[in-house]
């Protein structure tokens, strides 16, 4: 489809922002609303419910319902499986639509709404339908006059709450292991980009997930949020979004009813690159092309680069050739790879860090403006800084928007020190051919994934998530079920 088809296609889709409950879509219960606007072009795309605490204790007791009379958790995994399945190639029949919202939503490009965001996330709902009937319990090693049996059971009734730049990706990480296991869930999405969860409700209760089951309750972090954070009946809360509120969620379930919390938060993720590299072009396309992806609002971006002394001004040559490559363009428009900045709060949070990193001495090398005012839309040129210092704000603090700090070393060992010198260990890489070196290297950095000669691999079949304040949990492969599920012992007399 060309911009103008696209264009087309976004007078007339369908936009619902009312909250799914039990079932049925639903306004706020006091009325409430607020205005979902889209930052590809400041168009108001509707009115979206402003759910609050009632509204969380309505859609919190549905799925208890749902629970308890076992409509979802007491089917047979097989049977659960089948929904899952149906409910992902719903998605992919409606990748158009359900790419389209997510672009006028948050303002990433289409082509990586429909092949990156539709694609993950579908696969996503798809592979936990497809495991859930192929997990086997346990059989415990006791004396002849007992049986012990150690069983995994859903936890009962889960929270997700989410931030808004992968909206329907992190919503599939938390309901896919979640459902799959058999819980009923409430998904709390960011105000920002609330439409997508929308959608997917209605497509998993048009796959035959049982009414009540799964919940999606749009609101703002500290009324819904919080409202589901602070329950009494949530006995699971699956957090992704900043280390500032995954603290305030460790709290709250600590301060109600010590429901289990699992946080993924932010990261300032390290990728050095040294002189030794296997193929220097391949390292700056990847190094750039990583922190430009999803205009830098990725919580994995390679945001500090520490590139090797001898090898800096090739590598900073290599890369200023392709910055202007990351251009920002119309987000319809299939040609277009860095999209619109989330909102007006965003933009002016970027463009601060980039007036600091000025005013620290760092030295803008490419960027550092907003760019294509006239579209009504928020956009940031992509912005390269050379000569940054561990010290400075730029290095340390998560900038979430299309800004790369670039600091040189000569001592690999203060790389790695000066790497792990932040509060965040979500990711990092290591470029070098010596693979005794990037084996010593990849095990003192203190991330929960770290890349070896490449950054863009990614796989359902790995976990993800954080060390240190870049969270507690780890979403994907077959160890996200540990956030959703119980461990039961059962002793058996012989
Ligand atoms: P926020 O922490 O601001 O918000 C995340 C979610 O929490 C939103 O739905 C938000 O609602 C809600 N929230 C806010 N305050 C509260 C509260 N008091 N109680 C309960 N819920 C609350 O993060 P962003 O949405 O800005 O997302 C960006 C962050 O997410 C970055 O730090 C990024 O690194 C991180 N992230 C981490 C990932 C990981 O896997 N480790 C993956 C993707 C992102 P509201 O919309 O109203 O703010």
């Given amino acids: 489809m060309g911009s103008n088809a696209w264009h087309e296609r976004a007078k007339t889709v369908r936009i619902d922002g009312r909250a799914l409950i039990d079932g049925r879509r639903v306004d706020a219960l006091d009325g409430r609303?607020?205005?979902?606007?889209?930052?590809?072009?400041?168009?108001?795309?509707?009115?979206?419910?402003?759910?609050?605490?009632?509204?969380?204790?309505?859609?919190?007791?549905?799925?208890?319902?749902?629970?308890?009379?076992?409509?979802?958790?007491?089917?047979?995994?097989?049977?659960?499986?089948?929904?899952?399945?149906?409910?992902?190639?719903?998605?992919?029949?409606?990748?158009?639509?359900?790419?389209?919202?997510?672009?006028?939503?948050?303002?990433?490009?289409?082509?990586?709404?429909?092949?990156?965001?539709?694609?993950?996330?579908?696969?996503c709902i798809r592979w936990y339908g497809e495991a859930i009937d192929k997990l086997y319990d346990q059989v415990a090693p006791t004396a002849q006059d007992s049986l012990a049996l150690i069983t995994r059971e859903p936890v009962g009734v889960v929270a997700a709450i989410i931030p808004w730049n992968y909206p329907m990706l992190m919503a599939a990480w938390k309901i896919g292991p979640a459902l799959a296991a058999g819980n009923s869930v409430v998904l709390k999405p960011s105000e920002k980009a609330p439409l997508t969860a929308l959608r997917l409700a209605e497509l998993a209760l048009e796959a035959g997930l049982p009414e009540g089951v799964f919940n999606v309750l749009p609101g703002y972090g500290n009324e819904a949020g919080q409202a589901l954070a602070l329950h009494m009946d949530v006995d699971s809360i699956g957090f992704t979004g900043s280390t500032r509120v995954g603290k305030q969620i460790l709290q709250m379930a600590g301060q109600s009813n010590l429901k289990r919390a699992w946080t993924e938060l932010g990261g300032k993720s390290a990728n050095i690159v040294c002189a030794d590299c296997p193929d220097l072009d391949a390292a700056v396309a990847s190094s750039i092309g990583s922190i430009y992806f999803n205009q830098g609002e990725s919580c994995n971006a390679p945001s500090r680069l520490f590139v090797e002394e001898s090898i800096r001004d090739a590598f900073l040559d290599k890369a200023l050739a392709l910055a202007p490559n990351y251009a920002p363009g119309d987000p319809l428009d299939e040609s277009t790879v860095m999209g619109a900045i989330v909102d007006?709060?965003?933009?002016?949070?970027?463009?601060?860090?980039?007036?600091?990193?000025?005013?620290?001495?760092?030295?803008?090398?490419?960027?550092?403006?907003?760019?294509?005012?006239?579209?009504?839309?928020?956009y940031i040129e992509p912005t390269l800084f050379d000569g940054v210092q561990h010290q400075m704000r730029i290095a340390r603090e998560e900038i979430f928007g299309p800004v790369l700090s670039v600091l040189s070393f000569t001592d690999l060992d203060e790389a790695v020190r000066q790497a792990n010198g932040t509060p965040y260990g979500l990711a990092a890489a290591v470029w070098t051919s010596d693979m005794s070196k990037a084996i010593r290297t990849a095990r003192k950095l203190r991330a929960g994934t770290v890349h070896v000669n490449q950054y863009d691999n990614d796989d359902i079949t790995v976990p993800f998530g954080g060390y240190k304040q870049s969270g507690n949990g780890r979403d994907r492969s077959l160890h996200a079920f540990d956030k959703y599920t119980e461990l039961k012992t059962t002793w058996i007399q012989v």
């Fill in 33 to 123: 609303s607020f205005e979902c606007i889209s930052p590809i072009d400041g168009r108001k795309l509707t009115e979206v419910a402003r759910c609050d605490a009632p509204d969380a204790d309505a859609a919190v007791a549905g799925c208890r319902a749902a629970f308890e009379d076992g409509r979802w958790a007491g089917r047979a995994p097989a049977e659960r499986k089948r929904i899952l399945i149906r409910f992902a190639d719903l998605m992919l029949e409606h990748r158009d639509e359900l790419a389209l919202l997510e672009t006028l939503d948050m303002g990433k490009p289409i082509r990586y709404s429909r092949t990156v965001d539709v694609q993950l996330a579908q696969n």
């Fill in 344 to 378: 007006a709060a965003q933009m002016k949070t970027v463009l601060g860090y980039i007036e600091d990193g000025k005013a620290a001495g760092a030295r803008l090398l490419a960027g550092g403006r907003a760019a294509r005012e006239d579209s009504g839309g928020l």
